[in-house]
């Protein structure tokens, strides 16, 4: 029976990337992933020195914008095109940067396939044990609790979230950096801005010193104290 795996890559440096995930890879016949808007993949771009060279690659098309049918649409085509691969035999790798399982496009063809096909998780390094790591800033200790949330919520929620966390990761910063600035501000609280970590061009800085246009792999951070057992 053909087998889908959903293969977690890590944050960017083809160096975090799992044995496991490497030798998946480096073997498949059947490759795909997304790309946005017919440009390149990232996703593909961690994985390009381990491809087969006579792997056939299925590129499923995210149309940038924020309405969900036609994003709905591209992955049902996807899906679709994964199905008939493993229909015919093959087993068929999806690369996925991060993990697959943490807001990974992934879970999208999951929903589609996996009901019908033997399918196989390999979980990736995540971005947000990443910017961690790049920034020096140990998360959580003990009793402590970290929330992660998207930059996509309205204001109120955000704030309330962060004022009643130990830790916050926030996600998905992209646009709407100025209305987390404001937040913090607000909360008088420190923040990390960590941008593109464990690429070359990686940017880790202080909130108040981060640049004023964020891309989408962008994160902040925000702990409140290290722990007293710490010291």
């Given at each position: 029976?053909?087998v889908?795996?959903?293969?977690?890559?890590?944050?960017?440096?083809?160096?975090?990337?799992?044995?496991?995930?490497?030798?998946?890879?480096?073997?498949?016949?059947?490759?795909?992933?997304?790309?946005?808007?017919?440009?390149?993949?990232?996703?593909?771009s961690?994985?390009?020195?381990?491809?087969?060279?006579?792997?056939?690659?299925?590129?499923?098309?995210?149309?940038m914008?924020?309405?969900?049918?036609?994003?709905?649409?591209?992955?049902?085509?996807?899906?679709?095109?994964?199905a008939?691969?493993l229909?015919?035999?093959?087993?068929?790798?999806?690369l996925?940067?991060?993990?697959?399982?943490?807001?990974?496009?992934?879970?999208?063809?999951?929903a589609?396939?996996?009901?019908?096909?033997?399918?196989?998780i390999?979980?990736?390094?995540?971005?947000?044990?990443?910017?961690?790591?790049?920034?020096?800033?140990?998360?959580?200790?003990?009793?402590?609790?970290?929330t992660?949330?998207?930059?996509?919520?309205?204001?109120?929620?955000?704030?309330?979230r962060?004022a009643?966390?130990?830790?916050?990761?926030?996600?998905?910063?992209?646009?709407?950096?100025?209305?987390?600035?404001?937040?913090?501000?607000?909360?008088?609280?420190?923040?990390?801005?960590?941008?593109?970590?464990?690429?070359?061009?990686?940017?880790?800085?202080?909130l108040?010193?981060?640049?004023?246009?964020?891309?989408?792999?962008?994160?902040?951070?925000i702990?409140?104290?290290?722990?007293?057992?710490l010291?």
């Open positions: 029976m053909s889908l795996y959903g293969i977690g890559l890590g944050p960017g440096d083809p160096e975090l990337m799992t044995l496991k995930a490497h030798r998946l890879i480096s073997a498949a016949k059947v490759v795909a992933y997304p790309t946005l808007a017919g440009g390149e993949s990232f996703a593909r961690i994985a390009a020195g381990v491809i087969a060279p006579n792997a056939r690659e299925i590129r499923i098309d995210i149309p914008t924020t309405a969900r049918e036609p994003a709905q649409a591209a992955y049902d085509t996807g899906a679709a095109d994964i008939a691969a229909d015919a035999g093959d087993d068929v790798v999806v996925c940067e991060g993990d697959p399982f943490f807001y990974g496009s992934f879970m999208y063809l999951f589609r396939l996996s009901g019908r096909y033997q399918t196989v390999v979980p990736g390094v995540t971005s947000l044990t990443t910017c961690a790591a790049v920034a020096g800033l140990p998360l959580t200790a003990r009793n402590e609790t970290l992660v949330l998207p930059a996509t919520l309205d204001a109120d929620t955000l704030r309330d962060i009643h966390s130990d830790a916050v990761a926030i996600m998905k910063v992209g646009r709407h950096l100025p209305k987390i600035r404001q937040i913090i501000a607000d909360l008088a609280l420190t923040a990390t801005y960590i941008e593109r970590a464990s690429l070359p061009d990686q940017i880790v800085l202080p108040a010193d981060a640049p004023e246009n964020a891309p989408y792999f962008s994160m902040i951070l702990t409140k104290g290290a722990d007293p057992w010291t």
